[in-house]
């Protein structure tokens, strides 16, 4: 008698088209992946080019394959507060020049992740200056929410930076010689140790399981994920270049994969490779009220955030303007609160 074989279980439990923002599961907000192809730079270190038809202040037309969002000379998020949850942005391409009502200060981009913890509350912009007066300014990156436990949404706000040439990449080639990298932001993976998130970040909980990686796989390169620490933890893979696939599945670009968190999971590059964002953690199971840049647990929390921010300015906005950029000559640096400083060439 020939015993039964164990049925192979379909890694994929459920998949998730990518619009502007990407839908995220606990304990994610959301994810936006901007990608602009701005023009050369002017000597405002804005584009050269006419905006007379752009609704500047709320411009998010993605005209000629760039938008100024919120920014009227340069593009950008000129000052707005949070309250509640993290910022991680990760940076892949141009830079960014970050102010804050801390006093922190930075031009960081080109591969860097500033991890911020807005907790009690922070001002702060994201203002993306063009520096390149002949052109193109491409400008590309991740903006990733996460979700605070009730327990640390009033805990200080803290600025992390995470420098390009600390992050640990993980680069291999698989049996057959084709090329797979892993930049691992946040959650150990095979050995290697990510940099630390800011003291009181969700992703400082052990228990958390968070996970934060940048997949790039070559023409039908595999790569094997180990399994989450738990069964209870969410795991998505989106696709926003190229395609691969998941077990039978084929996953196009713009589409994310929720894969079973408590096996391993090897995903195939597609013919053109694909680049793949990985968004893992236990949810913290708590209820969720947002308003705009507050992310509480109740409506009262939400109504506290309002006056306090009504109130106090959340300490007050200490830059000249609302939009501050650095000259175009400075490179990537990081003056924190505390007056400690950084740069990088």
């Not at 797979?180 to 400082?204: F, H, K, M, N, Q």
């Not at 096996?263 to 195939?268: A, L």
Request: glycine share 12%; aromatic share 10%; hydrophobic share 35%.
């Amino acid at each position: 008698m020939v015993g039964r074989l164990d049925e192979v279980r379909d890694p994929v439990l459920q998949t998730v088209p990518l619009g502007t923002q990407w839908g995220t599961a606990d304990p994610f907000l959301f994810c936006v992946h901007h990608l602009d192809r701005y023009p050369a730079a002017n000597e405002h270190l804005g584009p050269d080019a006419d905006l007379e038809a752009r609704d500047l202040g709320t411009d998010f037309s993605g005209s000629d394959g760039w938008s100024m969002y919120h920014g009227s000379v340069v593009p950008g998020f000129p000052q707005h507060p949070h309250r509640g949850f993290e910022t991680v942005t990760f940076v892949r391409q141009g830079l960014i020049d970050h102010s804050d009502s801390l006093g922190a200060t930075a031009r960081f981009g080109r591969g860097d992740v500033q991890w911020l913890t807005a907790g009690a509350g922070i001002v702060h912009c994201e203002m993306f200056p063009l520096v390149d007066r002949t052109g193109p300014n491409t400008t590309e990156l991740f903006q990733i929410w996460l979700n605070l436990p009730a327990a640390d949404k009033m805990v200080d706000p803290y600025f992390t930076m995470q420098w390009s040439e600390d992050i640990p990449r993980l680069t291999r080639l698989d049996e057959e010689g084709r090329r797979g990298e892993l930049t691992v932001i946040a959650g150990r993976v095979d050995g290697a140790e990510p940099l630390a998130p800011p003291p009181d970040s969700y992703g400082s909980r052990p228990d958390s399981d968070l996970a934060i990686w940048h997949l790039v796989l070559g023409p039908f390169a595999r790569w094997t994920l180990p399994p989450a620490a738990t069964a209870e933890t969410v795991r998505t893979l989106y696709v926003f270049e190229g395609s691969m696939s998941v077990g039978e599945h084929t996953v196009t670009a713009s589409t994310g994969v929720v894969v079973r968190p408590d096996e391993p999971v090897t995903v195939t590059g597609g013919s053109p490779g694909a680049e793949v964002l990985v968004l893992q953690g236990r949810p913290i199971g708590e209820p969720v009220a947002q308003y705009g840049p507050f992310v509480m647990n109740d409506r009262a929390g939400i109504e506290r955030a309002i006056t306090d921010y009504q109130t106090t300015g959340f300490g007050g906005w200490p830059w000249p303007t609302d939009d501050p950029v650095q000259p175009r000559d400075v490179g990537r640096f990081a003056r924190h609160a505390d007056g400690v400083f950084e740069e990088r060439t």
